[in-house]
């Protein structure tokens, strides 16, 4: 049972470079999660999916898509790379919106 | 007033204290609370769930303040490994909302 999985683990692009951040979660759980975190600014959510086939904007949406490819898929796309988007990245899930959130371990990206 | 906010520290404290932690919130429909522990460049992860009676698990009490709105976290004979930034979490709507953190410096 791996939990919540993310990929890549570590990334540096140049600006103006795109990506996509890849999360999947073996749990069955319904709702799933795209954070960063900052240093002195907690964790702000960017986009969250409260169940399969709904996508929402959070805190700080703005440069960055998502994708829930299914139950199991949620992928977070940067189409042009900015040094602003330098942080760290967790996806979460939890089972519905009211429930625990569980944490992949991060990706760490630098944008030079 | 901001959504949730802790006391972002550090706190400092020699090993075996008892040390309390508060976190306010401001919406006053929120529902569901949670600790979440998190250390130095890992995941958050659950520390404990915050129900309305209160709880314990071990060395940790949580509780739950509806009319102040507030939720604590209280950590007794405190150890070295405790040290870490905790994290609460509160309910909005169909999200969970963080604070930003309060970090523990447990001291040999």
């Known amino acids: 049972n791996a939990g919540v999985t993310q990929t890549p683990k570590f990334q540096v692009l140049k600006t103006g470079q795109s990506m996509t951040l890849q999360c999947a979660q073996d749990?069955?759980?319904?709702?799933m999660y795209w954070y960063r975190q900052d240093p002195g600014m907690g964790l702000r959510l960017i986009y969250y999916s409260a169940s399969e086939g709904t996508t929402d904007k959070g805190e700080v949406p703005n440069g960055y898509n998502v994708s829930r490819l299914n139950k199991r898929e949620f992928s977070l796309r940067l189409e042009s790379a900015a040094p602003s988007q330098t942080s760290v990245y967790f996806c979460a899930s939890s089972l519905d919106s009211f429930a625990t959130q569980y944490f992949g371990p991060g990706t760490r990206l630098l944008v030079l | 007033r901001k959504e949730v906010e802790q006391d972002p520290g550090p706190f400092n404290v020699p090993e075996g204290a008892t040390v309390a932690f508060n976190c306010t919130y401001s919406?006053?429909?929120?529902?569901?609370f949670f600790w979440y522990r998190q250390d130095c460049r890992k995941e958050p992860k659950l520390l404990m769930s915050?129900?309305?009676s209160g709880n314990e698990d071990g060395r940790f009490t949580a509780q739950l303040n509806r009319a102040s709105q507030y939720i604590s976290l209280l950590i007794r004979d405190s150890k070295l490994s405790d040290s870490a930034t905790y994290l609460c979490a509160v309910n909005r709507d169909d999200k969970i909302i963080f604070g930003k953190g309060t970090r523990l410096h447990i001291l040999p």
């Open positions: 915050v129900y309305s």
């Open positions: 749990m069955n759980h319904n709702s």
């Open positions: 919406n006053s429909a929120s529902q569901s």
